[in-house]
């Protein structure tokens, strides 16, 4: 029988000791996290390593062993047959086997399986034991390493640059604004990874810049210190009680980091024109700024910048509401197609 461990304090829960005389003894199979950094295992493990017969690794290079052999853990490297295993344990001792990345420990647990199914030994206790857990976001650990392997050996990605991959950050963003306007939870998932990998493709990208190179520690570190420094009623000794509240003090701080000469700097120019418009008529109104906007002629331009502004005014995003009768109409579009299709198809069967 296979027992996963938990953190528990109870006598269950202390390990044995090289002269426990409990019988037949345990078998732990330890297992660590590679996002984690060595060394950093629990208490749990720490006792049941120290309380033990023999420890065991079939890893020699196991990032764990210089952390084990320096805390006064014995390590043997190799591990023996299941059946000196199953043998070393039979004065109630424990034998643990710090796990690697290989298949040693996974042809052991077959063979410690097989030697429990056969009935002729009398076995151990298993024991599965984890040492170390992922953090919340860990799996990000592995994104940068799969794209550092990728930017090294894939002659597509090791050319790219930022300029190239720009135009796919906005198609990127677009689907993501897609899925969610859809509601779909599956294409919301794949849509923010896909996001995700351009700031960290970015990233990896400007390690190779001679001149200014960043990393993704780099990004993350510098978003981290503008969190702090943008929610001061969350980490520092402001209030803020409604949504209100909370941007203004954003674009106070926000306006103390830039020093920015006028309102208008840093919207991108860029962007769809409807959300431009809307954008620079927020940020007069925001500014006390009271600067009309131009007067509706034979031009189509002034009454739709009049239209985003009287929208943004309300409190209404003009580029989703436009979106979204967009895709109204798409669809009536399509039933049209479908009923004069269907028309068309009764006529000839008419005929």
């Known amino acids: 029988m296979v027992n996963e461990t938990s953190h528990g304090n109870g006598p269950e829960d202390r390990p044995d000791s090289p002269g426990d005389s ?133 002659p597509w990605s090791s050319r790219q640059t930022h300029e190239g991959l720009a135009k796919y950050a906005l198609e990127e963003v677009y689907e993501l604004v897609e899925a969610i306007e859809d509601g779909d939870r599956h294409e919301l998932r794949e849509e923010l990874g896909d996001v995700l990998l351009q700031v960290v493709f970015h990233s990896r990208i400007a390690e190779d810049d001679t001149e200014a190179p960043f990393s993704v520690d780099d990004v993350a570190g510098a978003l981290v210190e ?10 520092g000794d402001e209030s803020a009680e409604t949504p209100d509240e909370v941007r203004t003090l954003w674009l106070a701080a926000k306006a103390d980091e830039k020093q920015r000469a006028s309102v208008t700097e840093g919207i991108p120019l860029a962007q769809p024109a409807l959300s431009l418009a ?35 005014a309300a409190g209404v995003d ?5 979106r979204a009768s967009a895709r109204a109409y798409r669809d009536a579009i399509r039933r049209a197609e479908a009923a004069k299709g269907s028309a068309a198809e009764d006529t000839a069967e008419e005929e």
């Open 226 to 235: 503008k969190l702090i420094r943008r929610h001061p009623h969350v980490f």
């Open 278 to 312: 809307a954008k620079l008529a927020a940020r007069a109104r925001t500014a006390g700024l009271p600067v009309p906007v131009p007067e509706p002629g034979a031009d189509w331009g002034p009454a739709l910048l009049a239209l985003a502004a009287r929208a943004d």
């Open 318 to 322: 003009p580029e989703a509401s436009l």
């Open 22 to 154: 409990r019988g037949t003894g345990r078998i732990v199979l330890l297992t660590t996290s590679h996002r984690v950094a060595p060394g950093l295992l629990s208490w749990r493990a720490w006792q049941t390593l120290r309380g033990a017969a023999r420890v065991l690794c079939a890893d020699p290079e196991h990032p764990q062993l210089p952390y084990l052999r320096e805390a006064g853990v014995g390590v043997e490297t190799g591990v023996p047959a299941a059946e000196e295993l199953v043998a070393a344990c039979a004065d109630g001792s424990t034998v643990v086997v710090v796990a690697g990345e290989g298949a040693d420990e996974h042809k052991l647990t077959d063979r410690l399986a097989a030697l429990a199914g056969s009935g002729r030994h009398t076995m151990p206790e298993l024991e599965l034991l984890p040492a170390s857990y992922d953090l919340p976001g860990a799996r990000l650990i592995d994104l940068v390493q799969v794209m550092d392997r990728i930017r090294l050996d894939c």
